[in-house]
Each structure stands twice: as C-alpha cells, then as structure tokens.
C-alpha cells in the first residue's frame, strides 16, 4: 500500500514568494492533518479535516496559511509570502477516523527553507 | 487541556542492552489512545507502538512494549536489544478518541544507540 505522499520533499525559497505544499493520503482515509515540526516548537498541529471538511485550524499561524482539501485525495498547504521563520518541516498525515480509534499515519516531510 | 510530557530531552544505551524512554499525560477523557512514534535522521515519523486506554494489557511489538500506568497517566517505553538502528527521537502521543482525533506529542526524547 502506498503511504501519505507528499511533495515537493525539499524547497528553498526566498522571502516574499509563494509556497504550495501537496499532499496524498493514504486511500480510504478520511480525516487529513498538517503539522509542522520545528526546533524551538516541536510538532505543531495546523490544521485538520474530515471528509473533506475543515474541522480546527486554529494551529494555523497566521493569514498567511491556508489550506484546501478539494476532494479525498488531495490537499495543499500554501504559504504567501512565504517568511524566513516559516522554515521548518511540514508533515502531512491521514488516518480512518472511527469511534473504535485510528492510528495516523505521516508522510515523509516536506523540507522548506525560506531565505 | 491535553498535555503530553517527556522528561528526558536525551538518552544514551548500549548496543542489545535495554533502555526505558518516559511519558506522562494528561486528558479528562476517559477514551483515548497512546502512542509512540520514532523519528530517525530522515525525518520520517514512523509508528512504534499504539495502546488504547481501555485496554488493561500492555501492547508489545517485537522488541518494543509499553509499561501504561493508567491511574499515574505514565505511558513508558521499553526497548529491548537495543540496535544501532533504533537511534532516533522518540515521540510520545495522545489521542482522544471520537470521530476525529488529532494527535498532542510530547517534546521527544533523543536516543543514541552506542555499539
């Protein structure tokens, strides 16, 4: 089976430009998040869905975040204008939420540097 | 509010000797489910273990079991023969259960395999 995939793997950017980040999920799941993992704030929920659905976006940081899932399969992080202190690790995660529990899976990471 | 705390920043073993990582937690919700995860040099988050809070018996898997203390919210893990491999950080994680549930990690803890 092929896990969460994400892309790109790496980016450096410059300050000012606009960043989109992809992900998969593994098929079948229903419920998608994005964390991002840095040294001072460790892992960091942004933002989750449910069927499609927005449910807490409260981790993301500020308007210049966003995030989409347009249908099952897919979803992007975007980041305009991209800052230095946006450089971090960006995971994307999925999982089959049920009232019996669910385990989530990540992605390898996406690597962004913002210089 | 749910916290997930792991005292130990870092830790060193040596090679197939046995090493215990620590985890406390806290959560008023009486259903919910802990983790491990591992995250070697690649970044990769990868699931070690998982026990649900219902459950009274330890989860094991090969290697790697849990000693879950439910009344003192303790949630340690034990690795046994320890291998080169296994250097990583480890994350501890809780979630609750329900339709959907996102994860709250811990700081981590740093685990260096000596040979």
């Known amino acids: 089976d092929a896990g969460v995939i994400q892309s790109p793997r790496h980016e450096v950017t410059e300050m000012g430009q606009e960043v989109t980040l992809r992900c998969k999920p593994i098929s079948g799941h229903n419920s998608l998040f994005w964390y991002r993992q840095t040294m001072m704030r460790g892992l960091e929920l942004l933002i989750y869905f449910n069927n499609n659905v927005p449910i807490d976006d409260s981790g993301m940081p500020e308007d210049r975040f966003s995030a989409k899932m347009p249908n099952a399969s897919f979803s992007t992080l975007k980041i305009q204008p991209s800052e230095p202190r946006d450089s971090a690790v960006y995971f994307c995660?999925?999982?089959?939420?049920?009232?019996?529990?669910?385990?989530?899976?990540f992605g390898e990471g996406s690597w962004l540097t913002v210089v | 509010a749910q916290t997930v705390t792991q005292s130990q920043p870092e830790m060193s073993v040596q090679e197939a000797e046995t090493v215990t990582l620590s985890c406390t937690y806290d959560t008023s919700e009486n259903n919910y489910y802990l983790f491990w995860y591992k995250q070697p040099p690649s970044r990769q988050m990868i699931l070690v273990i998982r026990q649900e809070a219902y459950k009274q018996q330890n989860a094991t898997e090969n290697r790697f079991s849990v000693n879950f203390q439910k009344a003192a919210k303790s949630f340690s893990l034990k690795i046994s023969d320890s291998q080169l491999g296994d250097t990583a950080m480890y994350f501890c994680?809780?979630?609750?259960?329900?339709?959907?549930?996102?994860?709250?990690f811990g700081t981590g803890t740093l685990l260096a395999v000596q040979p």
């Open positions: 995660a999925s999982s089959l939420s049920r009232r019996s529990g669910n385990t989530i899976y």
């Open positions: 994680a809780l979630a609750n259960g329900g339709a959907t549930n996102k994860l709250i």
